[in-house]
Nanobody, 128 residues
Framework: QVQLVESGGGLVQDGGSLRLSCAAS????????MGWFRQAPGKEREFVAA????????YQADSVKGRFTISRDNAENTVYLQMNSLKPEDTAVYYC?????????????????????WGQGTQVTVSS
């Protein structure tokens, strides 16, 4: 098992930037692919970005491509989401998630059921 704690959310103006962090407990962080999802009020949870265990491959939803960047530091057991050019439609609770290697597939990185461990979420609010 792994425990995940998100941080870095807050209130930002349209066009601003935020950097989210997800700290993982345990000593097996490098065995997990990591993803970010978000959920806005009245909407279903949607995929944002993902990164494989080595950091050599990243994936982004079309809605955030070119604006958001996912990265990881395995030495610090942390995954990051750098969010630039934020828009009001980015307002949501952002969740960090971990996918054990045995369940990982490059073709399934956008599917929530690939991820077995989830953080509590951090609120991101972008004002218009």
């Amino acid at each position: 098992q792994v425990q995940l704690v998100e941080s870095g959310g807050g209130l930002v103006q349209d066009g601003g930037s935020l950097r989210l962090s997800c700290a993982a407990s345990g000593r097996s962080f490098s065995n997990y692919a990591m993803g970010w999802f978000r959920q806005a009020p009245g909407k279903e949870r949607e995929f944002v970005a993902a990164i494989n265990w080595s950091g050599s491959s990243t994936y982004q939803a079309d809605s955030v491509k070119g604006r958001f960047t996912i990265s990881r530091d395995n030495a610090e057991n942390t995954v990051y989401l750098q969010m630039n050019s934020l828009k009001p439609e980015d307002t949501a609770v952002y969740y960090c998630a971990a996918a054990p290697w045995r369940y990982y597939s490059d073709s399934n990185v956008a599917l929530s059921n690939m991820y077995h461990y989830w953080g509590q979420g951090t609120q991101v609010t972008v004002s218009s």
